[in-house]
């Protein structure tokens, strides 16, 4: 079984940043994050492999860094320049044993 605790979401106005943090009890080679907007299907954002591997959404390329405490086992997304169109629920994702595992999301909103 595996735990991921997602935190760091809230309100926040266009131009503005957030930082969300994954806490994993357990974690596979890869962790990563996707959102689900309303109305729509959830779609990668970024994600990281060991610990600088990454790969990141056309959509949020240079404005967002996803990044890994390995010791802490803490996956961090750092949002920057946020658009309202980043509005939507976080998830975190890894996969361990064969098995996918998913936060229980947390809520990002830009708006003014």
């Known amino acids: 079984q595996v735990q991921l605790v997602e935190s760091g979401g809230g309100l926040v106005q266009p131009g503005g940043s957030l930082r969300l943090s994954c806490a994993a009890s357990r974690s596979g080679a890869s962790m990563a994050w996707h959102r689900q907007a309303p109305g729509k299907e959830r779609e990668l954002v970024a994600r990281?492999?060991?610990?600088?591997?990454?790969n990141y959404a056309e959509s949020v390329k240079g404005r967002f860094t996803i990044s890994r405490d390995s010791a802490k086992n803490t996956v961090y997304l750092q949002m920057n320049s946020l658009k309202p169109e980043d509005t939507a629920v976080y998830y975190c994702?890894?996969?361990?044993?064969?098995?996918?595992?998913w936060g229980q999301g947390t809520q990002v909103t830009v708006s003014s």
């Open positions: 994702h890894t996969v361990w044993n064969g098995y996918d595992y």
């Open positions: 990281i492999i060991g610990g600088s591997i990454t």
